[in-house]
């Protein structure tokens, strides 16, 4: 079955412990980006990547790092994290042509005290 | 990229249709309209989408006015599984940052019994 796998789908932690987000799709897409929702604030892009090793920069990447080393994954990583980080992150692929639509993974409630 | 406006929140009984309306008075040629919707806190998942003709597939319709001012989403026979929040979204098939989509707040569908 064609989709986005991220993993974990909940994760709880702390005030600076690293922690990282995976993101594998299995449709050989080139095109990956992580988004993050808040209420009130709708789904705002953090990272994208037009293909592999070509990572740049969305709408709200401070305090986020991704890389893409692999076609399939793309992995979203909180270097210290912080409370305003407490978010629900989604991962999404497409090909790159302009026409074709976004596949969403399932989502990551993350939670940072 | 135009901007979208949706009402809110809208209802509909099961087994009628659901007509979605969206504004996107500013579009431009290389626009198309995109739709996806989100259901409770799960990845947004794709509809349709179109430039200037009406579209059809096996989720939905999608009516775009002869000016491209305006379009409906038609969901034919709703059902409750159908409620969700439904994003109108307008991308310029020029636009640079990466294939990104920019969702506002949509309209919350709710279907009834």
């Known amino acids: 079955e064609a989709q986005v796998t991220q993993n974990p789908r909940y994760l709880i932690t702390v005030t600076g412990k690293k922690l990282t987000v995976t993101c594998s799709q299995n449709?050989?897409?080139?095109?990956m980006s992580w988004y993050r929702q808040d209420p009130g604030l709708g789904l705002r892009q953090i990272y994208y990547?037009?293909?592999?090793?070509?990572?740049d920069k969305g709408d709200v990447p401070e305090g986020y790092k991704v890389s893409r080393k692999e076609k399939r994954n793309f992995p979203l990583i909180l270097e210290s994290p912080s409370p305003n980080q407490t978010s629900l992150y989604f991962c999404?692929?497409?090909?790159?042509?302009?026409?074709?639509?976004?596949?969403f993974g399932n989502g990551t409630r993350l939670t940072v005290t | 990229d135009a901007k979208t406006t949706q009402p809110p929140s809208m209802d509909c009984a099961e087994g009628r249709a659901a007509n979605l309306p969206c504004n996107h008075s500013?579009?431009?040629?290389?626009?198309?309209v995109y739709w996806y919707r989100q259901i409770h806190s799960q990845g947004p998942q794709y509809i349709i989408h179109?430039?200037?003709n009406n579209e059809t597939n096996e989720m939905a319709s999608l009516i775009i006015t002869e000016d491209r001012k305006s379009s409906t989403l038609i969901l034919p026979h709703a059902t409750l599984r159908d409620t969700a929040v439904y994003y109108c979204?307008?991308?310029?098939?020029?636009?640079?940052?990466?294939?990104?989509?920019?969702f506002g707040t949509g309209t919350q569908l709710k279907v009834e019994l």
């Open positions: 999404a692929s497409k090909r790159n042509s302009y026409n074709s639509p976004l596949h």
């Open positions: 179109g430039l200037k």
């Open positions: 500013t579009i431009s040629g290389n626009e198309y």
């Open positions: 449709m050989n897409h080139e095109y």
């Open positions: 990547s037009m293909n592999v090793e070509v990572t």
């Open positions: 979204i307008v991308r310029s098939i020029l636009t640079g940052g990466g294939n990104k989509l920019t």
